[in-house]
């Protein structure tokens, strides 16, 4: 996720690329219960949005699943398969760690129970990936290579990829993101070795921007993060909210690393704007005490991927009331939660988990086409076993048609999966989320859109 450090020079490219976002199927003037969803809070701003619904996204279960014994591989191989995750476990970002955690383990799990691959059991070494205040990243990085993994799962900040993408990708090993969304990667001489589950931070933007502005907000103040990630999310908000017909009056940075944000917050609270978007990591924690004190209502307040988190155990209950927050990937169903939590039972947040698992079962299928475990003949099959055969949806079933000499198009817990050559998701849902009273999180609906 995170991180656009040359988002002017990307912008020309990725406008040609004709972003194609549904819009919101009805008005966001749905009536809701004020005591689950803020709606009189979002009211008093000046804005209503839809209710969440414990039923609403996009449904993960529209491809077969295996009903039968998976056939053994016809290519044993001498070399394992041996995977690396490099996710935070320290730093500004440690709340992704452990879905991320999960969703690579339930999917190395799932592998192993189907028979593994190529005749052999899948390893996974776990490494935590810290953020960008520290040289942790290069560390674990230099330590999973010398273990000879051939992919290596993460970083989730693109910040952090982008200090280890070189390191990786020029050893000759696959990197597979499930949560970095910086268009940076899109032409990355990443010798073809460096691909991802997350789409775009222009996605997330435009689907943020577009929202406010149907739940009827005309201005919108803005705290950032002064970092590649929180800058570039910022231009893609904004000139979606602007296109829509909307106005930023206020846009305030502060730095990593900052720790008081009460003159950012006095200054968007004095242009008196409908909304206000924070985009941040874990400050968030700190700043949105100040907003509300201040007088900002909670349901005026949007969040987004760095920080849509479960805050009952942070705030009093009321204090998120109505807030909203947005980040990749679909809705995810009750039946992966529950797997989730049998590999990791304290799980509280699921971001990110899917595609986690999803990166584990490509590069597990795409082993299988290619009939090697080196990174480079991995990667050289991606492409493939995502798109243009029979749908499914996971290990088991998508092997055994591997081995019953089927294409196979993958389609995962975080949505529809195609490749584009350069290894981006060319298709995505961002879901939209609401706070309840207990400062959870509720759906409202995933968007779907193509890069």
């Known amino acids: 996720m995170f991180d656009l450090s040359q988002a002017a020079p990307r912008a020309a490219k990725l406008t040609a690329l004709g972003i194609g976002v549904a819009l919101l199927a009805t008005a966001c003037g749905g009536s809701s219960t ?12 000046g804005i209503s ?7 609403a996204g996009a449904s993960n279960s529209q491809a077969a699943t295996n009903t039968g014994p998976v056939p053994p591989s016809t290519t044993t191989t001498s070399t394992p398969l041996k995977l690396g995750s490099l996710l935070p476990t320290t ?21 192993n129970d189907a028979g593994g691959v190529l005749g052999a059991p899948v390893s996974v070494v776990h490494r935590d990936s810290g953020d960008t205040k520290t040289d942790i990243a290069t560390q674990s990085t230099t330590a999973l290579l010398g273990q000879g993994v051939s992919a290596i799962i993460g970083a989730a900040s693109s910040g952090v990829s982008k200090t280890v993408i070189n390191q990786i990708t020029g050893a000759g090993v696959l990197q597979f993101s499930p949560a970095n969304t910086s268009p940076d990667f899109t032409t990355w001489d990443d010798k073809g070795l460096y691909w991802r589950t997350a789409p775009s931070d222009v996605l997330q933007g435009k689907v943020l921007g577009n929202y406010m502005a149907t739940c009827g907000a005309q201005t919108v ?27 930023v009056v206020a846009e305030e940075l502060f730095n990593t690393g900052d720790t008081q944000f009460s003159s950012q917050v006095d200054k968007v609270i004095a242009a008196k704007p409908d909304a206000i978007v924070l985009i941040t990591f874990d400050e968030a924690k700190s700043i949105i005490p100040l907003v509300t004190g ?3 209502k909670p349901g005026q307040l949007f969040l987004v991927d760095g920080n849509t988190t479960d805050y009952s155990k942070d705030f009093q209950p009321g204090t998120l009331t109505g807030a909203h927050g ?3 990937g679909t809705f995810a169903a009750e039946s992966f939660t529950k797997s989730l939590l049998s590999v990791d039972p304290a799980l509280k947040d699921f971001t990110y988990g899917g595609e986690s698992y999803d990166a584990v079962n490509l590069i597990a299928l795409a082993a ?3 009939k090697s475990t080196k990174g480079a003949d991995i990667a050289a099959k991606l492409k493939d076993v995502s798109q243009g055969g029979e749908k499914c949806n996971n290990f088991a079933s998508c092997v055994t048609l591997l081995r019953n000499g089927k294409d196979i198009d993958y389609d995962g817990q975080s949505g529809p999966i195609t490749f584009s050559d350069a290894g981006d998701p060319t ?18 609906k995933a968007e779907f859109g193509k890069l």
């Open 368 to 370: 299988e086409e290619a």
């Open 91 to 111: 730093g500004s970002l440690a709340f992704l760690g452990p879905p991320e955690v999960a969703g690579v383990n339930l999917g190395i799990k799932e592998v």
């Open 49 to 55: 949005c839809p209710a969440p619904s414990a039923g």
């Open 326 to 328: 947005t980040f990749p």
């Open 427 to 444: 298709e995505a849902y961002i879901g939209i989320y609401q706070y309840t009273n207990e400062n959870k999180l509720m759906p409202v």
């Open 294 to 296: 201040k007088g900002a």
């Open 221 to 247: 103040g803005m705290i950032v993060l002064n970092d590649a990630y929180g800058t570039g999310l910022q231009k893609n908000v904004k000139a979606a909210f602007e296109a829509a017909g909307g106005k």
């Open 34 to 45: 004020p005591s689950q969803t803020g709606s009189s809070s979002a009211a008093a701003a």
